[in-house]
């Protein structure tokens, strides 16, 4: 074990300025989601030069490589996502996005790097390989519906149905070098909550021969707090938030209807599913009851992310193994999103972080203009994630 594991980390170092390289070059051209041609592109090119098998086109951008051990063991899945986010970068750093409008601030550039290079370091080291390692890069993971869901229907990953899935995601809040876990429900689910609300519009002198729907919204939005506040589960997080809300009326004008935008969000599939009926139910009963009506719409977005705990352990024991006991700890759970849990629902999976933090406490949060990585992160990235592949696949 210690031969191998010295062999790895022998390789990441050798390769380390190449890794950086693709880094660089995935975050000056990031793309949006389900277009990055550009991105598919270049991954397609590393992989098939490096002599990896590789299935293009997947819904139009996705790509799986897989590399087949000397060996007999397990089939082990790996996601990074392709896409980009549709900000204006505001860095300064040398390999600022070109692409004006569209910057990898969620640290997928990174993801895809780390990927291609635990790609190499492994297909260097197919001898130490039992099994089969799936090197799945997925288009539109930001973008509802995702991309999971077609990969996991196509006939390739059907043909190669993984006995376990792994994927890691940066966190600044965590210095890099370190890295968290957390077992069991670590992710939300997120549903996108619309409600028009109805009234009856008029001249707001003459509130009697209006029905207000302002007012009915308000009243709403107060119910629906309590619902989250009071009815929900103790022992299910659930947060109901609503950010946007739309009455196109005037100082004298009472609107025919108002529109309210939001978020519902949980970690248990029975309570989701139920909340979603409350929802409607509260909605419906406010708005009849104070003369008005509603419509409303329920945007089904991603699962919860639930880590198998056998699997989980195994992963956080050999990241301890790697970057050392001091350097790994035990994670919150968030109420944040990803469609990784599509994999989680239906394979034994692990959703982990990996620390893209600066020593000085300097702040760079994801999904910012500002979000600038830790570069060290790719010291140790694709070296853990080959450690941690061929010790899985092993029968």
């Given amino acids: 074990m210690k031969n191998l594991l010295d062999k790895i980390k022998s390789n990441a170092e050798e390769i380390g300025q190449a890794t950086k390289g693709f880094w660089h070059h995935l975050h000056s051209h990031p793309e949006l989601s389900f277009n990055e041609q550009q991105t598919s592109s270049f991954v397609i090119k590393i992989l098939k030069d490096n002599n990896i098998e590789v299935y293009e086109g997947i819904n139009g951008t996705s790509i799986i490589g897989i590399i087949k051990g000397k060996k007999q063991g397990k089939t082990i899945g790996v996601r990074a996502e392709l896409d980009a986010l549709p900000i204006i970068e505001n860095t300064n750093l040398d390999y600022e996005s070109k692409n004006k409008g569209v910057m990898h601030a969620c640290g997928h550039d990174i993801h895809i790097a780390s990927l291609l290079g635990a790609a190499i370091i492994i297909n260097r080291l197919k001898e130490h390989l039992s099994g089969k390692i799936l090197l799945i890069f997925e288009s539109g993971e930001e973008l509802l519906p995702g991309g999971a869901n077609k990969i996991i229907d196509s006939n390739i990953f059907q043909s190669n149905f993984p006995d376990a899935m792994l994927a890691f995601h940066v966190l600044p809040e965590l210095i890099a070098g370190k890295a968290g876990f957390r077992e069991g429900q670590y992710m939300a689910s997120g549903d996108e909550i619309h409600i028009t609300v109805k009234g009856k519009g008029g001249h707001a002198a ?161 999904h910012s203009s500002t979000f600038i990585a830790n570069q060290k992160i790719l010291d140790y990235s694709s070296g853990l994630l080959s450690w941690i592949c061929l010790n899985l696949s092993k029968p």
């Fill in 206 to 366: 003459v509130p009697d021969a209006t029905i207000n729907p302002i007012i009915i919204a308000s009243k709403l939005l107060l119910n629906l707090k309590d619902f989250i506040d009071n009815q929900s589960p103790s022992h299910i997080p659930s947060i109901l938030a609503f950010g946007k809300i739309t009455a196109n009326g005037a100082t004298n004008i009472i609107p025919n209807d108002v529109k309210i935008e939001g978020t519902f969000r949980t970690m248990d599939e029975d309570w989701r599913k139920e909340a979603h009926s409350l929802i409607e139910k509260i909605s419906k009963n406010t708005c009849l009851s104070l003369g008005g009506d509603c419509n409303i719409d329920i945007k089904k977005g991603y699962p919860s992310i639930y880590n198998n705990p056998e699997i989980c352990e195994k992963v956080k024991t050999l990241t301890k193994q790697f970057l050392g006991d001091s350097n790994v700890i035990d994670l919150d759970r968030r109420m944040t999103t990803d469609d990784f849990a599509y994999f989680s629902q239906i394979i034994p999976s692990v959703f982990f972080r990996l620390g893209v933090g600066f020593e000085n406490d300097e702040k760079h949060q994801l």
